[in-house]
């Protein structure tokens, strides 16, 4: 049985810091890979939830002689998901196991593509992040829930290496999991919650409180998310009321002055991940005929109003 010790991840934000912390705090072998400018200044260190994480870090214009990661943790923006995959290259072994925490529907199949030359299949798992509201601002990194990883292969039927060796290393880091039989359904669940929620949350500025009670800002969350319902069964994969309920019972128990991560972009003034929610989902609308008004109009005022 493999068991994981040294974990590598690249994009060392809200996310990534926070599980690097967990890691870390565990005793597993923590390392960060970026390159030039952003490596130097990730040596200069970051802090979680006030204490400061000390990781090595991998400039992967000069990895030196890196030896490679058990676990290589995917956790920059979808905008960003080409270059990490170049500076993962220096890290990653023909037994490295991956997990991407990042949102969209892809990132997996990208990073499985990219990453093929030293890497079977197999070895890139599928994920989700739920139920987290990591954030951060400059260096501090802040949680105030760490969620849950829902994770393993498109069908986990069976029992399996590969997972198993992860679910280990998890529970040693006290990071909650999951794998469920159906992970394609469980991609397009959060694919939902976060064109759903995630965009109302950037267009409105709002923190989750805003969406909890009855009012506007849910409607227009739960209009998005109606129109991922359609998608979804034209795409083969049906979202039931109990899928919806699903996230409402998870949206009532986020903590109400916490941020979405794309509200956070909007609010420091970055990038957001709207191509990946809206600009995916009017894709998806042209290619089955099926009119996406709320999420063109996502594409458009996102678009219009952040920098990309
Ligand atoms: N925050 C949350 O609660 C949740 C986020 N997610 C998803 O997780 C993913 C990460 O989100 P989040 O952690 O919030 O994002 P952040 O913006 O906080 O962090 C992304 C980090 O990636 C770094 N980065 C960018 N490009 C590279 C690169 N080429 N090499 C190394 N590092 C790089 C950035 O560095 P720099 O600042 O220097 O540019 C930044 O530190 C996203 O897909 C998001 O949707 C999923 C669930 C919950
Ligand atoms: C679901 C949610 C809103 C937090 O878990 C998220 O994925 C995000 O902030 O990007």
């Not at 565990?26 to 204490?51: H, K, Q, W």
């Not at 951060?136 to 829930?145: A, L």
């Not at 849910?218 to 359609?230: H, P």
Request: hydrophobic share 45%; charged share 25%; with cysteine.
């Amino acid at each position: 049985m493999q068991e994981i010790q040294r974990v590598a991840i690249v994009g060392a934000g809200a996310m990534g810091g926070m599980y690097a912390a967990h890691f870390a705090e565990a005793g597993f072998e923590v390392v960060f890979v970026a390159s030039g400018e952003r490596a130097a200044r990730l040596r200069d260190g970051l802090t979680v939830n006030g204490t400061p994480l000390l990781a090595d870090v991998v400039d992967a214009e000069s990895p030196g002689d890196a030896t490679a990661a058990d676990l290589m943790i995917f956790a920059v923006k979808d905008q960003h998901l080409n270059e990490a995959i170049r500076e993962a290259e220096v890290i990653v072994g023909s037994q490295t196991i991956v997990l991407s925490v990042m949102n969209g529907l892809d990132s997996e199949e990208r990073i499985a593509h990219g990453l093929a030359c030293t890497l079977d299949r197999r070895r890139v798992l599928l994920c989700i992040a739920l139920a987290m509201d990591a954030e951060r601002e400059g260096r501090d990194i802040r949680f105030r829930q760490a969620g849950k990883l829902v994770f393993g292969h498109p069908r986990n039927d069976e029992p399996d290496e590969v997972v198993t060796a992860v679910q280990r290393a998890l529970t040693r880091a006290q990071l909650a999991w999951e794998t469920p039989a159906d992970m394609r359904h469980e991609l397009w669940w959060k694919f939902m919650v976060n064109v759903g929620m995630n965009q109302t949350s950037a267009v409105l500025r709002a923190p989750y409180g805003a969406l909890q009670p009855d009012g506007d800002p849910r409607s227009l969350m739960s209009a998005l998310i109606d129109e991922v319902v359609l998608v979804a069964a034209a795409e083969g994969v049906p979202m039931t009321e109990a899928d919806v309920e699903r996230w409402h019972r998870v949206l009532a128990n986020q903590p109400a002055e916490g941020w979405t991560s794309m509200a956070q972009d909007v609010l420091a003034g970055r990038p957001t991940e709207v191509e990946t929610f809206a600009g995916r989902m009017v894709a998806l609308g042209e290619k089955h005929g099926i009119p996406v008004p709320y999420n063109q109009a996502m594409l458009w005022i996102l678009r219009s109003t952040t920098p990309h």
